[in-house]
């Protein structure tokens, strides 16, 4: 078995720094308004809005967690990815084909976050590809392993340790191949 991590970029930890720091801010706010207006009113109102503003930086939080490590594990005979956004278990008779491509270069491209995150060259979550496709993604990088599952959904993937993945990759899971025209 072989882990491969992907780190969230820098730009996640301070994006959660500041959506936690304009919550705290907006829960002061609200709590110097409210003291000033009816004592019985505010404090209810108050109560609410503070219980509300607290269960949207716990979800914040934990959606944008710079904590959170990416990884691609292989197995024999199983690819799985962990990440916020993605958690998905792949076996052989489920791949279609994995070949490398360039994301730069290749026929398709990642035209519409469904849900994660896309932060300079960092994405993580699920994409529509620009043929419709559904697509798991965890890259940093340009230079991907693109696996298309049998149900036609696809995995770009780019953890750390490319080579290394890549090898694990074709001994245990499938074998890699050139890409062709219609991919």
Sequence with gaps: MATYLLPTPEGATVLSWIVITAIAGAAILVTAVSVRGHAKMSRNRLYATLLILLVVGAVSFVLLDPLAQSSVTVTSGQLSVNAPFVSVTIHPDQVAQAYVVNLNDWNLSLSNRVVGTALGSYYEGQFTLSNGAAADVLTD??????????????LVLAPDDFQAFLSDFSANVTTVVQPSATN
């Design 141 to 154: 990088s340009a230079i991907n392993l693109v696996v298309k599952t049998t149900s036609g959904q696809y």
